[in-house]
Nanobody
């Protein structure tokens, strides 16, 4: 059974940093990508970043470019999202998800597995 465990959320002041972790288990194949999404109250879920576990290709939403960094430790089956210079508008529940379509951009509906979410709150 595939499981994704997101952790690392919390309360941080504007300008501060947090690192989220997404621990994956149960995969029977090695080629997949992990994406981070977030959903703020009253808003739609949006893609934040994605990394291909296979070739390391990354993607960032314009709103986080230059501030967030995604990385993967394949030996630990864990993907990290380092969030720096955080803003109040980064406040949301953050989810990690997995898709087998590691080689191309994917829509949110193409992610097969989702973690439970971790709350990030950025105070002004």
């Amino acid at each position: 059974e595939v499981q994704l465990q997101a952790s690392g959320g919390g309360l941080v002041q504007a300008g501060g940093s947090l690192r989220l972790s997404c621990a994956a288990s149960g995969f029977t194949y090695d080629d997949y990508a992990i994406g981070w999404f977030r959903q703020a109250p009253g808003k739609e879920r949006e893609g934040v970043s994605r990394i291909s576990r296979t070739d390391g290709t990354t993607y960032y939403a314009d709103s986080v470019k230059g501030r967030f960094t995604i990385s993967s430790d394949n030996a630990k089956n864990t993907v990290y999202l380092q969030m720096n210079n955080m803003k109040p508008e980064d406040t949301a529940v953050y989810y990690c998800a997995a898709t087998p379509y590691y080689w191309r951009p994917v829509s949110v509906n193409e992610y097969d597995y989702w973690g439970q979410g971790t709350l990030v709150t950025v105070s002004s």
